[in-house]
């Protein structure tokens, strides 16, 4: 962490001296960043912003592509730590065979496995069993739990099953995360049909106004949003828009929905779909989740399709449940 802060101000100083004299560094992967790893990107937008109103320079999007590089790695080495696969291996007490494979396990997958145990033996509790994936050298059947039987010497297919069994484990883990993420923060009544909104400052309005009169935000929510929004824009994929205040200060998470079928005017796009989310300060570290499962569900333009011809608030948390492959 004292490496990448230390890498972090060096390239700001450099950014801030670069922008004085109006020499910038162009950047081909900024869009790439802004679709792929959205919350990572809209730090730096803030962060822009910040530095924008502080030194009295103007930051164009190259630069905040390179700022969200920055940032990206600094957010992905701490939170590691939490996305790690645990995992129980169980194995005969001979010739040393568990200090073999658990040298070649840290070898292999140091970045995305946890050894939370080794076992000589068969299990005698439950509570050894609290793990993502068992490796076990003894052919053993444990009820609701992944078992993967391997050899005492960690061969090539060996390191073939293990692979695919923590691909397999970390892609389950995804999905039930984007499940409960985004389903977790939807209410029927801040779902939304209106073909009558048309505009992208007054559908901002209008859904805004719906999170305050929820009791989940203050007035000041709605020009926080508009501010962002003039910062860059929270439209995707020329298809729909999140947007969002710049403060994390809600009473509570929630997505405020709205369809209008009919096209709704987006900066120079025609889009259908709009979903605001206003943010509780306590759910910070959730939001970059939130944030980012939120666009990969919509990444397909045909489940938003599915999306806008939802009739009705169940039809469209069944179609987004749906769509959670």
Same mark, same amino acid.
């Given at each position: 962490?004292?490496?990448?802060?230390?890498?972090?101000?060096?390239?700001v100083d450099a950014l801030i001296k670069r922008a004085k004299y109006h020499q910038y560094v162009s950047n081909a992967t900024t869009e790439t960043i802004?679709? $792929?790893?959205?919350?990572?990107?809209? #730090?730096? &937008?803030? %962060?822009?912003? /910040?530095?924008?109103?502080?030194? *009295?320079? +103007? =930051?164009?999007?190259?630069?905040?592509?390179?700022?969200?590089?920055?940032?990206?790695?600094?957010?992905?080495? $701490?939170?590691?730590?939490?996305?790690? #696969?645990? &995992?129980? %291996?169980?194995? /005969?007490?001979?010739?040393?065979? *568990?200090? +073999? =494979?658990?040298?070649?396990?840290?070898?292999?997958?140091?970045?995305?496995?946890?050894?939370?145990?080794?076992?000589?033996?068969?299990?005698?509790?439950?509570?050894?069993?609290?793990?993502?994936?068992?490796?076990?050298?003894i052919p053993l059947y444990i009820l609701h739990k992944r078992v993967l039987l391997i050899s005492p010497f960690y061969t090539d297919m060996d390191r073939?099953?293990?692979?695919?069994?923590?691909?397999?484990?970390?892609?389950?883990?995804?999905?039930?995360?984007?499940?409960?993420?985004?389903?977790?923060?939807?209410?029927?009544?801040?779902?939304?049909?209106?073909?009558?909104?048309?505009?992208?400052?007054?559908?901002?309005?209008?859904?805004?106004?719906?999170?305050?009169?929820?009791?989940?935000?203050?007035?000041?929510?709605?020009?926080?949003?508009?501010?962002?929004?003039?910062?860059?824009?929270?439209?995707?994929?020329?298809?729909?828009?999140?947007?969002?205040?710049?403060?994390?200060?809600?009473?509570?998470?929630?997505?405020?929905?709205?369809?209008?079928?009919?096209?709704?005017?987006?900066?120079?796009?025609?889009?259908?779909?709009?979903?605001?989310?206003?943010?509780?300060?306590?759910?910070?570290?959730?939001?970059?989740?939130?944030?980012?499962?939120?666009?990969?569900?919509?990444?397909?333009?045909?489940?938003?399709?599915?999306?806008?011809?939802?009739?009705?608030?169940?039809?469209?948390?069944?179609?987004?449940?749906?769509?959670?492959?």
């Amino acid at each position: 962490m004292v490496s990448f802060l230390s890498n972090f101000t060096l390239h700001v100083d450099a950014l801030i001296k670069r922008a004085k004299y109006h020499q910038y560094v162009s950047n081909a992967t900024t869009e790439t960043i802004k679709f $792929s790893c959205p919350f990572i990107y809209d #730090v730096a &937008v803030y %962060l822009a912003k /910040e530095l924008e109103e502080a030194f *009295a320079i +103007t =930051i164009p999007e190259e630069e905040i592509g390179f700022l969200s590089i920055h940032i990206g790695f600094g957010i992905e080495s $701490s939170t590691k730590e939490h996305n790690r #696969v645990r &995992v129980l %291996l169980i194995c /005969e007490d001979y010739h040393q065979s *568990a200090q +073999t =494979i658990i040298k070649y396990l840290k070898k292999d997958y140091a970045d995305v496995i946890e050894i939370s145990n080794v076992i000589f033996g068969v299990p005698a509790n439950n509570d050894e069993l609290d793990v993502d994936l068992i490796l076990s050298t003894i052919p053993l059947y444990i009820l609701h739990k992944r078992v993967l039987l391997i050899s005492p010497f960690y061969t090539d297919m060996d390191r073939s099953m293990i692979e695919e069994a923590i691909s397999a484990c970390l892609k389950e883990r995804k999905i039930e995360q984007e499940h409960d993420l985004l389903t977790r923060y939807f209410d029927e009544h801040l779902f939304f049909h209106r073909t009558d909104l048309t505009e992208k400052e007054e559908v901002i309005r209008f859904l805004g106004q719906q999170i305050v009169s929820f009791g989940i935000a203050q007035p000041e929510f709605i020009d926080s949003v508009l501010k962002r929004e003039e910062m860059s824009s929270t439209c995707f994929f020329e298809t729909f828009a999140i947007p969002h205040a710049m403060e994390l200060n809600a009473k509570k998470t929630m997505f405020c929905v709205l369809i209008n079928e009919n096209g709704i005017h987006w900066d120079q796009h025609q889009i259908k779909i709009v979903l605001m989310i206003a943010v509780k300060q306590q759910d910070r570290l959730e939001f970059m989740k939130i944030y980012n499962s939120i666009i990969h569900v919509l990444w397909n333009q045909s489940k938003v399709a599915k999306l806008i011809q939802a009739q009705d608030y169940q039809d469209f948390i069944k179609c987004l449940k749906a769509d959670m492959r």
